[in-house]
């Protein structure tokens, strides 16, 4: 009889462990909050969607995990970026856990990694969750620069 409650006391801790991790697995997942020059991209894509593309546009992929805090402070901020520069880049997210061979092939060791390709080849790379003006900065040193319009608009909100 004691045996029986027991059991049946641990199974209820565990079924409330587990609802309880689930729900808050939801409540922490990376906002989706992409921008329509955004695509997340596999394995299987990543040599003509980021690649090939690059030889047009640049191409800044963000290598991150569910998992990963400065992954979910990151991601809005790129997403903002890739929509204020209206299509000078591309932003292409690769999930790492998903992804493992692309994380091998490019030396991917802590989330998030962000690297900048142009004409096939990875010209920049930075690791952490970075401020505003240093994404900026890299963007611009390598050519790319966002429409005047937009940063007139920035320009009149901080005013």
């Known amino acids: 009889m004691h045996l029986a409650i027991l059991t ?3 199974v209820g801790v565990f079924t409330f ?5 689930l729900r808050n697995a939801k409540q922490t997942a990376l906002p989706d909050n992409r921008s329509k020059h955004e695509a997340f991209v596999n394995a299987d894509e990543f040599d003509e969607m980021v690649l090939e593309t690059s ?13 990963c805090g400065p992954c979910r402070n990151l991601t809005p901020l790129l997403a903002k970026f890739a929509d204020d520069y209206q299509g000078a880049f591309l932003l292409a997210k690769v999930d790492v856990d998903k992804n493992e061979q692309l994380s091998q092939r490019f030396g991917i060791r802590a989330m998030p990694t962000v690297l ?44």
């Open 8 to 10: 049946a006391i641990v």
């Open 55 to 67: 030889h047009k546009t640049p191409v800044m992929v963000d290598f991150y995990a569910e998992w």
């Open 17 to 21: 462990l587990i609802v309880r991790s």
């Open 116 to 159: 900048l390709f142009r004409d096939g080849k990875s010209v920049e790379r930075f690791t952490g969750a970075k401020l505003p003006h240093s994404i900026q900065y890299i963007l611009t040193k390598h050519g790319i620069h966002e429409p005047k319009a937009a940063a007139s608009n920035r320009e009149d909100l901080q005013e």
